[in-house]
């Protein structure tokens, strides 16, 4: 998606060092608009840049749509990453300059890689907004190693049946993106991944391996524990390097476990575009004012620079 108007500060209070020696840092996300539709965004944050190659995480609602309303995220350009759409409720209708064009639905992953550069949107389909409508899941970005930044623009639409489960007395487990658990998802990815949704029961706990250098926990719906510290949901935990990690659900809860290899350099982000270098994040700007990027076909809608 884009982060096409400015981030508002909600009136949750700024980020907050952790109790529990196992989480690093506690990050409070922060209230943004994506297009008539806020989302709480946690990275980047001024804690945390990255977990692994995610440089941008969004929780898009819960929210509820009118007759007539939906989201409208016009099209834009991005560069130098991959963009993961994963929806709890509702759906969302992905075009794309390649052609693509794909209705994504609860539990099945849209992964566009944008390389050398790639122009989307994403709205409300014109059926859905025949009714009253539902929409929450999450967007996040991944930035691509220095040797594929400029690889060719692809796009992928994997659907939920095709993602591995894992289950067991009482913690339900849907393998995003990479290998864990005895388990490895065909989500392909350009570096060292781990990206899974994870249900617990109330009372159920779960042991998060050091499978990774950098991982985080976001849970979104019901308390944690860990350590016998309590976490509320929408918040993302970053845990620290080289623990086992025991999770405790305090009621039925949904979360994410993210991370994944650390970026062998600086990431720079400016609106929507990821690289690792600043010149070509301004020649993109350049690129996009002068209309080097390819349209998105049937809706060619103009957003400028911010």
């Known amino acids: 998606m884009s982060t096409e108007k400015e981030d508002r500060q909600s009136q949750r209070p700024p980020s907050l060092p952790a109790a529990d020696e196992a989480v690093e840092t506690l990050i409070i996300p922060r209230v943004s608009d994506i297009g008539n539709f806020e989302v709480m965004r946690a990275l980047p944050s001024r804690e945390r840049k990255m977990v692994g190659p995610f440089i941008f995480w969004d929780q898009m609602g819960p929210g509820e749509f009118l007759t007539g309303q939906g989201v409208d995220v016009r099209p834009h350009p991005h ?3 991959a963009t993961v759409t994963y929806l709890f409720e509702g759906s ?4 794309d300059s390649l052609g693509s064009d794909q209705r994504i639905l609860p539990g099945d992953i849209n992964l566009m890689t944008a390389g050398k550069g790639i122009t989307h949107s994403e709205r409300t389909g014109a059926d859905i907004r025949q009714g009253e409508s539902s929409l929450f899941g999450i967007q996040s970005w991944l930035a691509l190693p220095k040797q594929v930044e400029e690889q060719d623009p ?4 994997i659907e939920k049946g095709a993602l591995p489960i894992i289950s067991d007395n009482g913690v339900t487990m849907r393998l995003i993106a ?3 658990f005895g388990e490895r998802s065909p989500t392909p ?7 899974a949704d994870i249900a617990l029961k109330a009372g159920q706990s779960l042991e998060i391996p050091n499978l990774y250098a950098e991982r985080a926990l976001y849970p979104f719906q019901g308390r944690i524990s860990i350590g016998g510290v309590p976490y509320n949901p ?3 935990l970053i845990l620290r390097e080289g623990d086992v990690v025991t999770v405790k659900a ?11 290899a650390p970026m062998e350099g600086e990431r720079y982000l400016w609106w929507n575009f990821v690289s690792s270098s600043m010149e070509r994040i301004e020649q993109a700007k350049e690129d996009w004012k002068a209309g080097r ?5 049937n809706d060619e809608e103009f957003i400028p620079l911010p």
Do not use: C, W
Not at 92 to 95: Q, R, T
Not at 250 to 260: A, C, P
């Open 178 to 180: 990479g290998e864990a």
């Open 189 to 195: 990815t350009h570096s060292p991944t781990l990206y």
């Open 92 to 95: 969302l209708d992905h075009k």
């Open 250 to 260: 305090l009621e039925d809860v949904r979360m994410m476990l993210l991370g994944g």
């Open 293 to 297: 990027f390819a349209d998105v076909p």
């Open 154 to 157: 692809s796009f992928k639409h």
């Open 79 to 81: 560069i130098n990453l």
């Open 234 to 236: 929408s918040q993302m």
